[in-house]
């Protein structure tokens, strides 16, 4: 918790993206049954197309405890050694979980960040903490999510008349930004189709793993 306070410090909320976003790259993390055994992958998809170009993945285990609230400890070395395997770093990252909407204010997307320094957003299925006003049907409407009167993240429907996603800033992407990026990636479906891609890859090499 004295890390997460610490390093939350470093965390950009502003807008330090590249003009010209060729790469953005989902990251997962699954588990063996029954086990500490674990894969992480790394899916990069063509910014424009949506397509994945590249997969990168790491077999391992995890050495941290499940900790409610300290989920990043658990999970970033993993994701980081995936990461490593790539030719390129992607322009920007998007993590299934949340960056500023943490108790701390320092969840997976704030961590894995500030640990590379690239552009990175959360984009969360299910709410942590805070609350938020009725939101309308439609995709893109969305509301505030506020934590002791204060903006955590947003509400944010992708699709209408299913439920939302939750974004967050990550690290050196706007909270504005990040929420046109969690629309721009979800053409067809609820979810990013980073976190989609990164999904896959993850049941796909569990199976192999047998």
Sequence with gaps: MEQQESLRQAVIAHDELPNDIRTVAGVDVAYEKNSNRLVAAVAVLDATSLKVIQIAS???????PYIPGLFSFRELPAVLAALEQLAAKPDLLVCDGQGFAHPRRFGLACHLGVATGLPT???????????YAPLAADRGSYQNLMDNGEVIGRALRTQTDKNPVFVSVGHKVSLETATAWALRLTPTYRLPET?????HAVKELLIQCG
């Design 58 to 64: 790491y077999h391992g285990e995890a050495t941290f």
């Design 121 to 131: 957003i959360g984009c969360a299925k299910t709410r942590l903490l805070g609350e």
């Design 195 to 199: 976190t989609r891609a990164a999904d």
